[in-house]
């Protein structure tokens, strides 16, 4: 390994990853990986658990997708690298002591929050984000001690994206489907007596601009006790139109909606209707505060491709509305932030006018992608950490001691990596007890129960 002028094996790079989702261990595993510079990096997570979306996010039922922690573990175990969980940045870690302590910050905390349809009747009981139903159901400290009252027969899923599909999903399959995935137990157990009987998929433009995939789409209809329902006329496209398509993702799903649309209804228990062509403009109230249908419009696409309502309305009979727009990025303390935006401002990685600092993944780019795109977003970003630091530029922090002591004087309770092998391997012998992949631990002070050599 080639050592830089500043930096050398007896004087490490010192790096900070704010984030221990995909893009934080993607980051750390390219720093890790390069041979220019002598590292430690220290990845930190203000949960207890690392790996963000792929353990808060990705659907229960999607194990294959969760397969990606195995490499993630790898670079966790790798000696440069340290697990600071359960530290928040701003509180237990300052911005100050950070920049006293390492050469480099890369931001990597994802887009934690999401948008709004902006519609009268979006506070109603039984009207949230698809962001807190995921994180309910996938057993996220912050939501697992919600009362999720399950009530609603009917259920609008506002979004045709592919977290508007996992929701769905999870609404339309039984409870010995949900049990063979690591869905969270209190959400099993609730989901078990859901008398959910039609839930409705909303897209306001057509089947050639939804955004979801082939593979996601495709599972309405292999469900055991649900059938996909679509309306032939809003998956009707012209010559012109189905000429334009040239992303062969759409034109799968064109093909798997028309063979659905073809479908004589087989009587299931529940039923997934794909509506295409129409926009949520108002969520009724009971006259007690839920929600008592959703009023939609019907659209049509002007030239460009846009939907333009026609003034045509018909209302959906549902107790719930889950919207699913999109993502968006949370600022953090002292961190510069684009509010339009929802991202931290930055120019190919690099945050605008912080030396030093640096941001990966959907706080630097947005709430586009899926898993594996981050690798190359954050390495992207790192080789432009290490450019700065090939044209001096990075300067060694002045504090050369360990931040540690610094942060438990603070009163932080730090979570180490071995910690989270010992809650990791607790959570999978108690799911196999139950002849389930894992049994998640979802509250925090039960999870810092759980820690290595206790």
């Keep these: 390994m080639s050592e830089s002028p500043l930096f050398s094996s007896q004087r490490p790079l010192r790096v900070a990853v704010i984030g221990s989702g995909p893009s934080g261990i993607y980051a750390a595993e390219a720093l890790i990986k390069q041979n220019e510079v002598a590292v430690t990096v220290d990845v930190y997570d203000r949960l207890p658990t690392p790996y963000g979306l792929v353990r808060y996010g990705v659907a229960p039922d999607h194990l294959t997708i969760k397969s990606v922690t195995r490499g993630f573990e790898k670079v966790l175990a790798d000696p440069r690298v340290r697990f600071l969980g359960n530290v928040e940045f701003g509180t237990d870690l300052s911005y100050e002591d950070a920049r006293a302590h390492y050469d480099a910050l890369i931001y990597t905390v994802g887009a934690s929050s999401d948008r709004r349809l902006g519609i009268p009747g979006e506070d109603l009981a039984g009207s949230m984000s698809a962001t807190e139903f995921v994180a309910w159901y996938n057993g996220h400290p912050d939501a697992a001690a919600r009362d999720m009252v399950l009530h609603a027969q009917g259920v609008a899923v506002v979004g045709v994206g592919n977290v508007a599909l996992d929701v769905t999903r999870i609404l339309a399959k039984t409870s010995a489907e949900l049990h063979e995935s690591d869905i969270a137990a209190h959400a099993l157990g609730a989901l078990e007596h859901s008398p959910v009987q039609d839930i409705w998929i909303l897209g306001r433009r057509g089947p050639a601009q939804a955004s979801f995939t082939t593979k996601e789409l495709r599972e309405f209809g292999e469900l055991r006790e649900a059938e996909p329902v679509v309306i032939p006329a809003e998956i009707a496209l012209s010559e012109a139109e189905e000429a334009a398509i040239t992303d062969n993702v759409k034109k799968k799903n064109v093909e798997v909606l028309r063979e659905f649309a073809t479908r004589?209804?087989?009587?299931?228990?529940?039923?997934?209707?794909?509506?295409?062509?129409?926009s949520p403009v108002e969520i009724l109230d009971d006259g007690q505060g839920h929600v008592a249908g959703l009023k939609v419009e019907r659209n049509r696409l002007d030239e460009q491709g846009n939907a333009v309502g026609t003034g045509e309305?018909?209302?959906?009979?549902?107790?719930?509305?889950?919207?699913?727009?999109?993502?968006?990025?949370?600022?953090?303390?002292?961190?510069?932030?684009?509010?339009?935006?929802?991202?931290?401002?930055?120019?190919?990685?690099?945050?605008?006018?912080r030396p030093g600092e640096y941001t990966a993944g959907w706080i630097k780019r947005g709430p586009s992608g899926v898993v594996g795109t981050n690798r190359k977003d954050a390495t992207d970003t790192v080789a432009q950490l290490l450019a700065d630091v090939r044209a001096g530029m990075?300067?060694?922090?002045?504090?050369?001691?360990?931040?540690?002591?610094?942060?438990?004087?603070?009163?932080?309770?730090?979570?180490?990596?071995?910690?989270?092998?010992?809650?990791?391997a607790h959570e999978v012998a108690q799911g196999q007890a139950q002849g389930r992949p894992r049994a998640k631990v979802v509250h925090r002070h039960e999870m810092l129960g759980h820690r290595s050599g206790r």
Excluded: C
């Design 313 to 353: 309305y018909e209302v959906l009979p549902v107790q719930m509305v889950l919207r699913s727009v999109g993502y968006r990025g949370v600022a953090l303390p002292d961190v510069p932030f684009d509010e339009k935006r929802g991202v931290i401002p930055n120019v190919d990685g690099r945050v605008e006018g």
């Design 264 to 278: 004589e209804p087989e009587g299931k228990r529940r039923r997934v209707h794909l509506r295409f062509l129409v």
């Design 394 to 424: 990075l300067s060694p922090a002045p504090q050369a001691d360990d931040i540690e002591p610094v942060l438990r004087a603070r009163g932080a309770d730090i979570y180490t990596f071995a910690d989270w092998q010992a809650l990791d």
